[in-house]
């Protein structure tokens, strides 16, 4: 299916260490999106990556796509304990967006 | 700038009685709507979008029904709640495409039917 499968499910690490994440998915897509959800909260968008990209970075994020493994990467180096929430992927294609079922990041302090 | 609101909050209703949850946009036209609604640990999953006033798509068949009566309005209902109608709402806007590109989401609805 299009939609994206995180992994894992949950992670827990100390502050200060990095955090990796992923996602695979099944069909092509446009565009793959992370998002971030604190605990009972709303969605926040994190960062888009285009399928005709490999890498990028915004802030401590780090997200790369591997079109041929049909996969994504979330990279959070030098985690906080304010990193603590879910993390989802989310796969674009052909104006339909599909939402994973998420990693839950804890960050111990 | 652009807000997303929705309410109420959290919201406890009895099995069988009607529901209406309301999410509204501020700061933008003609952008399209999105409900979720997100088990509990678990995923969204897409419930309705809309492209425009009195455009809804039904992606999946349930107890629910949308409407959008104005531009930036979006309502959820139901006229009998079940109990597997438990769960987080989530309304969520984006410009341009519908499902294309980035999507904002609202604090979301916590339902509890009992």
């Known amino acids: 299916s299009q939609q994206g499968e995180e992994d894992p499910q949950a992670l827990s690490i100390q502050e200060g260490e990095n955090a990796t994440m992923n996602c695979s998915y099944k069909?092509?897509?446009?565009?793959l999106q992370w998002y971030r959800q604190n605990s009972g909260r709303g969605l926040v968008h994190l960062i888009l990556?285009?399928?005709?990209?490999r890498e990028k970075h915004s802030g401590r994020l780090r997200v790369t796509l591997d079109t041929s493994k049909k996969s994504s990467s979330l990279l959070i180096t030098a985690s906080r304990a304010a990193d603590t929430a879910s993390y989802f992927c989310?796969?674009?294609?052909?104006?339909?967006?599909?939402f994973g079922a998420g990693t839950r990041l804890t960050v111990k302090p | 700038s652009q807000t997303i609101h929705q309410w109420p909050a959290t919201l406890v209703q009895p099995v069988g009685s009607p529901l209406s949850l309301e999410c509204t946009v501020e700061?933008?036209?003609?952008?399209?709507l999105y409900w979720y609604r997100q088990a509990a640990g678990r995923g969204l999953q897409l419930l309705f979008y809309?492209?425009?006033?009195?455009?809804i798509s039904s992606e999946v068949p349930q107890n629910l029904s949308a409407s959008r009566p104005q531009d930036r309005q979006f309502i959820l209902s139901s006229k009998k709640l079940l109990l597997s109608d438990s769960g987080f709402y989530l309304c969520?806007?984006?410009?341009?495409?519908?499902?294309?590109?980035?999507?904002?989401f609202g604090p979301g609805t916590r339902l509890l039917v009992l």
């Open positions: 969520a806007w984006s410009a341009g495409l519908a499902g294309v590109g980035t999507q904002y």
């Open positions: 069909t092509s897509i446009n565009n």
């Open positions: 990556i285009r399928s005709n990209e």
């Open positions: 989310a796969t674009d294609r052909n104006n339909d967006m599909r």
């Open positions: 700061g933008t036209s003609n952008p399209n």
């Open positions: 809309s492209v425009g006033i009195g455009q």
